[in-house]
């Protein structure tokens, strides 16, 4: 399969791009504004857009919409396509999805399988969802010059020059005797190197040194070539891919290809591929890039004041220097704090000084053994059909603001333990209760018993905003029998 | 009228003990906990009661519950009843409402004023609402020595012994080679100096010394004692406070009265009359005391973890140590803190190293000269009937749990602007709309239009709590029509 030359022009290589956003990441890191349902990818870190939404117009440049694949997991994937929904019907199609995560190998076998099947030329530009990059014209150079190489059956990584000797990368060390090809200033070289994540002795040596790269995370390759490197140096990896590949092509129910998924042993591309083969090279890029791995690295994208201090939300402040303070809300008031970082949100504060700002993954893992639901999700939560904030919980109710999009609708369902009671605050809502079909302006509201089926509808141009107040012995998301759905969720078929 | 003899015995004196709580403070040093119209007094910062709770418990051993005069202002004369109403009869005509504050001066005289009418040999005992005392029979001990020379016409000041060179205190020193008087180990001395608040160094020379003591804020002295003097140091004082009691006498309408109080230059009755009073006498007390003044003074009463923490609330913490950590509702997490304080609340969030507490003072003028409404009042503001908590405003609605007691009800009232809906989520609503009146059981719900009178009341045994959504394009407290209230507040004459 292997050859040495390229075998198509720019041109035509561009027809062959298939940028792939790695969006399976839980960003426990960036907690308590990343949850475990909401993780980086999907917040506005920097600019007016979410990562993942930069992340997309920044592939679709070098390649079209409807070739981007999204890797993720169903908890994420109904954000995501919220997210991207300007791409909607270009990425209809384009969804992968991993029952559960087994790090970086299978989901991104699993994606290069779908691809050779579409397209045997398929070159893959694998980008995580969650980094920040600056320099589009660079980032567009470095894919051009890695996806000739791809073409020649190389496995390309980018590689960023240092800036600091941080130990949480990887590194790689170029061939710099071998110039597999040169595009402008672009270089690409054979890796003579990988490194895991160095002591601070050795990565300061490789700062010091020059001619070390971090490794980015982000690869470009032909789909065929990175499956025939797994097939080489994880055999048992490419057989359970490949079976998948056959259930799906018989048409087997959806639980047996999650089951042969969940089945795989989990390994990163990276240490079981990449490490292994003989195909990897390095074009190190010029590009400014930062994978936000915590807080602290704020500090490298954000913009500052005179102190240095980094200042989001309704924030007052009396001589803080070099600290991030991320309101939301809330008024958050600070006084004399030095490189420290406060991050409120409506149900969750941290506090912490930016040098341990690592540990905050240590802290969601406290609270996922205690079961506490900050870790889990935020007050907010999207749905297709628009979102809803929870206001309060006590016992026996619970307060919603609800949000439905023009046009949309929630299911037509009924809860066996709780009632209902909507109030209309902005828009027009067409209310569905028992047999009844009538509309409800501002203002006005209504009562739903328990049992009763209805559903709720936003006829109009504007955005629906009720709220909504649930009573009951038990007030659980899973207390709903439903009839029909405009978003093909689990429906009960009517007695 | 000065006799340096006692006049009376101990069991008469009793008698002729007034405690006088001074609760008008705005406590800006506890924000965001403490609020303008929600002073430090009325927080729980140790114990299970409230700082007056436990003030007027302290005061009632010594004297009796319906001699206990409360100064204070309007503004917070509600909150104070509500949270006194264990000994409401009693207290019933003890409230002297400055109109506006004039430091301490003009408001002991005002109640100074008052005693003398009611009893020419009272004996004031002033006493901060605010402060923390441990050792109730000490602190009786020391009342007990000072009422003793209050009948020789002293004016007593309670001594603190220092415990830290601090700066934000007056120090007093007493003339040792003079003992008034003796009580077990207590003795009374006349004041020989003193020292408004000194610098560092002063201070460490003060406790080093060891014949230096805090001013308190604390005094004993007859009502007529403490008129004459301010008579002799304070004439102008002294006259514009005459003139309020002739106007009193005579029957005059509350805004003459109002106008004559606010005229009063403010003066404190430290500066103003203790430093000039020849009769100034110290008794050095015994019991442990703390003024807490600002956050970081809980250190000084509240009990701590291992690492030196105070922990109040949800608090998720990894490796903090001495530090302040104060959660309300929401999840607190803290990573590797030292000597920082943070406080969560509802609508505000703090953080700032305990070193610089002290201007959260400054930060609270900030806000103030913002008019943001952190400054001013929590979500939480409590009525006499019960209180109510905003959990959300927005753009023509606002939505609140309203809380009201067994037997309490909201005034008859109607608002031009907004319409109401209730749902009731505990206990039961009787609910008058227009000219019905309908009881309404949990999970039920009414809606209110504008202009339409209405009452919400509880006529249960249990505590009432309904949703209440307000909808309108103004949605201001000010936007009421009262017809009728139980609790005295203004009411509209109907035509």
Redesign the interface.
């Known amino acids: 399969m292997a050859s040495r030359k390229p075998r198509t022009s720019n041109l035509e290589l561009k027809n062959h791009l298939y940028p792939v956003i790695m969006a399976g990441g839980s960003g426990t890191r960036f ?2 504004l990343s949850r475990q349902l909401f993780p980086k990818q999907l917040l506005r870190i920097m600019g007016d857009e979410t990562l993942i939404q930069q992340t997309m117009r920044r592939v679709v440049c070098a390649s079209s919409p409807n070739r981007v694949m999204i890797s993720t997991n169903p908890a994420q994937a109904e954000s995501i396509r919220v997210q991207l929904s300007e791409w909607k019907d270009a990425l209809a199609d384009n969804f992968i999805l991993e029952p559960e995560g087994r790090n970086t190998a299978p989901a991104i076998a699993l994606v290069a399988l779908e691809l050779v099947r579409r397209d045997p030329d398929a070159i893959m530009v694998v980008v995580p969802a969650d980094h920040i990059i600056t320099g589009q014209r660079a980032f567009d150079a470095a894919v051009s010059l890695a996806a000739t190489l791809a073409t020649q059956d190389y496995l390309v990584t980018f590689g960023i020059k240092p800036i600091r000797p941080e130990t949480g990368y990887g590194y790689i060390r170029p061939n710099r005797k071998v110039t597999l090809r040169k595009q402008g200033l672009l270089k690409g070289h054979p890796v003579s190197r990988f490194v895991e994540k160095p002591n601070a002795a050795k990565a300061a040596q490789y700062l010091k040194a020059g001619d070390y790269y971090w490794n980015s995370g982000m690869f470009v390759w032909r789909a065929a070539t990175i499956l025939d490197e797994i097939k080489r140096h994880q055999p048992t990896l490419f057989g359970g891919i490949d079976r998948i590949g056959q259930l799906l092509q018989s048409g087997a129910p959806r639980k047996a290809i999650d089951d042969a998924y969940c089945a795989l042993k989990p390994v990163s591309i990276d240490t079981g591929v990449m490490e292994r083969s003989k195909k990897a090279a390095i074009v190190p890029v010029s590009f400014q890039w930062s994978d936000v791995g915590s807080w602290g690295s704020l500090d490298e994208v954000a913009s500052k004041d005179k102190a240095g201090n980094v200042v989001i939300g309704r924030v ?1 402040d ?1 001589g803080s220097r070099r600290s991030i303070v991320y ?1 939301d809300r ?8 030095t490189d ?1 970082v ?1 991050v ?1 949100t ?8 930016k ?3 690592q ?2 993954k ?2 969601v893992e ?2 996922k053994t ?1 079961n ?1 639901p ?1 870790y889990l999700e935020h007050m907010t939560v999207h749905r297709p059909w628009g979102s809803y904030t929870i ?2 919980e ?4 619970k ?1 919603k ?1 609800v949000t439905v999009k023009p046009g949309g609708r929630l299911s037509l369902q009924m809860h066996h333990r709780r ?1 209902e ?1 909507w ?1 209309v ?2 828009g027009t809502a067409r209310v569905t209760r028992g047999d009844e079909v009538f509309d409800l302006n ?4 209504t ?1 739903i018993p328990l049992e009763t089926r209805h559903r709720l509808e936003n006829p109009g141009e504007e955005t629906l ?1 009720i ?1 909504e ?1 649930q ?2 012995p038990y007030l659980g998301e899973d207390d709903i029998v439903r009839f029909q759905d405009d978003y093909g969720r689990g429906v009960k078929r009517e007695a």
């Open positions: 907690w308590p007052i009396l309101g809330r008024l958050v008031a600070t006084i004399g704090l420290m406060v409120d409506p149900d969750a504060t941290l506090v912490c000084p040098s341990r700002a540990e905050v240590q802290l406290v609270l205690q506490a900050e206001l309060e006590g016992p026996g109710y307060v603001r009632s009671h109030v605050i902005a501002v203002g006005h509201s009562e905003h709220i107040v009573n009951g």
